[in-house]
């Protein structure tokens, strides 16, 4: 069933409340990046030019210390907004009680509040009853935009859309179009990339794909805990000996079900995981004892490619290798490049380092999505149930 969209609301005169993901990154004080800032724009510029009140909130970073009160404030973020929308933004530096009410209660059609950082209440990320009750109590109607937190149940997205009509914002509707749409009912043929550190942190994301996928690419770090189930040599590369068994059952799987998976047939190695130490392109068969495999190398990149070609929807997740360092980018960047140079093909990208490596590499406008929640992302291509995009009214 289809999720109710914010365009659906009659908002005018209402007091919706909107769940935002403003947790931008900040360093003393100062926001670093506010992408995430930029991403909720479409639904409060909606929101405010619909005639709604407008009372904006979320979460920022993780609050366990007095001295977090102090430093994750949304104020600055109250201030960016602002300066972004190019209209006053109030910012109540309260996450409940009088001054935040009677704040509610001044607004006027049109207008904007930013209240408190959700984390400075302890009932937030144990989603108590009392808080959802009481944040529904301030508003008519409620909007989800916060797609980046829609795999927790906390009070500020389930536990408020327990009370009150909720509606997916923009964002959170691209979200669950594209990456839902890739575990729902993708077009096929479906090829899934995986790379990244461990086998570890995917096996649920490659168990699901391998259920929905035609082709499965491995790259990354985990790519070497495959090479080993099969035999290969691996040099000292990143294993994880507890985890070859699995790789061999996902193989297997894989196989019965005849879903295509392929692996690396040539690697970047290195003698030490550093970008000053010397590198070399090899087979897999020639990688040395004393070298690891830093990155997938370009014969690799080319069957990759190959593979590729034809798909109608591609979805990736995990760098192919050590993209941080220089040295060992190549194979993400000639990954993205393939991608991007696919033609009628719909081209998602999910997972947090993944999203930064396409952005960082100049790649960001050349995919049809980047998840913004990396989290949330991988939990959802694991097939799991998302608290906070199950808690949407259905239309
Ligand atoms: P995502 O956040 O997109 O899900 P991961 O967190 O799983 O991705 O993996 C990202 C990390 O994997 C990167 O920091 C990258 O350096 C690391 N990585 C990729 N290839 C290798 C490799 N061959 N050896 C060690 N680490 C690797
Ligand atoms: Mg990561």
Redesign the pocket.
């Known amino acids: 069933m289809a999720k109710k969209s914010v365009t659906d609301l009659n908002v005018k005169g209402k007091k919706v409340l909107v769940r935002v993901d403003f947790n931008v990154p900040m360093k003393d004080g100062a926001i670093t990046n506010d992408n995430r800032i930029v991403q909720a724009l479409p639904t409060l510029k909606h929101l405010l030019a619909e005639g709604a009140k407008v009372i904006a909130f979320s979460h920022l970073g993780k609050v366990k210390t007095e001295e977090d009160r102090l430093t994750k404030t949304l104020k600055p973020v109250a201030v960016r907004l602002g300066e972004l929308l190019d209209q006053d933004v109030k910012f109540v530096p309260e996450t409940r009680g009088e001054a935040l009410e009677n704040a509610i209660a001044a607004m006027n059609d049109g207008e904007i509040l930013v209240f408190e950082n959700t984390r400075f209440e302890s009932g937030e990320t144990k989603n108590d009853p009392e808080l959802g009750k009481y944040w529904a109590s301030l508003g008519d109607l409620f909007v989800n935009d916060a797609f980046g937190t829609a795999h927790r149940a906390h009070a500020s997205n389930k536990g408020i859309a327990a009370h009150l009509e909720t509606a997916a914002g923009f964002l959170m509707e691209k979200e669950i179009n594209f990456i839902g749409g890739v575990v729902d009912a993708p077009e096929r043929p479906l090829v899934a990339i995986l790379?990244?550190?461990?086998v570890s942190?995917?096996i649920g994301v490659i168990e699901n794909l391998i259920e929905k996928a035609d082709k499965i690419l491995i790259g990354?770090?985990m790519m070497?805990t495959f090479l080993k189930a099969l035999d290969q040599n691996i040099g000292k590369?990143?294993l994880e000996a507890d985890k070859v068994d699995l790789a061999k059952s996902l193989i297997e799987k894989a196989e019965a079900k005849g879903v295509k998976l392929l692996l690396p047939i040539d690697v970047v190695a290195s003698k030490e995981f550093s970008n000053d130490s010397e590198f070399r392109t090899v087979a897999v068969a020639d990688i040395a004892a004393d070298e690891?495999?830093?990155?997938i190398g370009a014969e690799s990149v080319k069957l990759f490619a190959k593979e590729l070609e034809g798909a109608k929807t591609v979805v990736w997740?995990?760098?192919?290798?050590?993209?941080?360092m220089p040295n060992f980018a190549k194979g993400t960047i000639g990954i993205c490049e393939s991608i991007a140079g696919l033609k009628n093909a719909i081209t998602i990208i999910g997972?947090?380092?993944?999203?930064a490596a396409a952005m960082d590499l100049g790649f960001a406008d050349q995919f049809t999505h980047i998840s913004t929640g990396?989290g949330a992302s991988?939990e959802y291509l694991e097939g799991k149930v998302l608290p906070g995009v199950e808690s949407i009214s259905e239309k």
């Open positions: 790379g990244g550190a461990k942190d995917k990354g770090g070497f590369s990143l690891m495999g830093l990155d997740n995990g760098p192919m290798g050590v993209f941080e997972g947090g380092d993944s999203a990396g991988l």
